[in-house]
């Protein structure tokens, strides 16, 4: 079963407003990650954050981890018409195989 | 030059062919994975290599095989192709993090779009 759950399935939003997408996971992790798809292409790692951390930004990005309430949450601020794709969150699951677990994603589309 | 390429980029072909997927990396990563992808749900892990020698299945090997020819070279082979293998699959590579630990960042192929009919 799929280690992560991502809130909204679904987003679509003005250019210029913030967009948040969640995701939840079920077993502890040393990690979480966000990655990126543009439609149909491979995924491209967007950031990482580390499960004592609360909190870490990457330019418009900012990512939260609650891992008491097995959650994450991507925010992208001042959103672009570029940035419709779909995010996803992928956990490690406490594995130091290298292995990641995907969410369903989160389909974002900006609209000019 | 990408730095994960796979080939072919889009493949139709019919029930009961035997199809191989190709994927190299000049990144000089030891793991590497084959995923797929279906509409509407995220990535399955299909098979999985830490090195040329050791292969792992992944959640959804059943109807696949892989081959590590190399360490920059991990194929995936439908032995017989189905209609419900009809997906876009990946290869990913990652490395440990070069400061230590246990930090996997993945990198994606293009991607190859499977069709069979």
């Known amino acids: 079963s799929q280690q992560g759950e991502e809130d909204p399935q679904a987003l679509s939003i003005q250019e210029g407003e913030n967009a948040t997408m969640n995701c939840s996971y079920k077993t502890s992790i040393n990690n979480l990650q966000w990655y990126r798809q543009n439609s149909g292409r491979g995924l491209v790692h967007l950031i990482l954050i580390r499960s004592n951390e609360r909190e870490k930004h990457s330019g418009r990005l900012r990512v939260t981890l609650d891992t008491s309430k097995k959650s994450s949450s991507l925010l992208i601020t001042a959103s672009r018409a570029a940035d419709t794709a779909s995010y996803f969150c992928a956990t490690d699951g406490l594995s130091n195989t290298g292995k990641l677990i995907f969410g369903q994603g989160t389909t974002l589309q900006v609209k000019p | 030059d990408a730095d994960v390429t796979q080939t072919p980029r889009n493949r139709i072909t019919k029930t009961g062919k035997r199809i191989m997927l190709e994927c190299s990396q000049t990144k000089g990563h030891d793991r590497m994975y084959w995923y797929r992808q279906d509409p509407g749900l995220g990535l399955r892990l299909i098979y999985y290599s830490f090195d040329v020698k050791d292969i792992n299945k992944g959640e959804i090997s059943d109807g696949y095989s892989v081959s590590r020819q190399a360490q920059a070279k991990f194929s995936l082979s439908l032995e017989s192709a189905i209609p419900n293998q009809t997906a876009l699959y990946f290869c990913?590579?990652?490395?440990?993090?070069?400061?230590?630990?246990?930090?996997?960042?993945?990198?994606f192929g293009p991607g190859t779009r499977l069709t069979v009919l």
């Open positions: 990913a590579t990652s490395d440990l993090n070069p400061r230590g630990g246990t930090l996997y960042t993945q990198y």
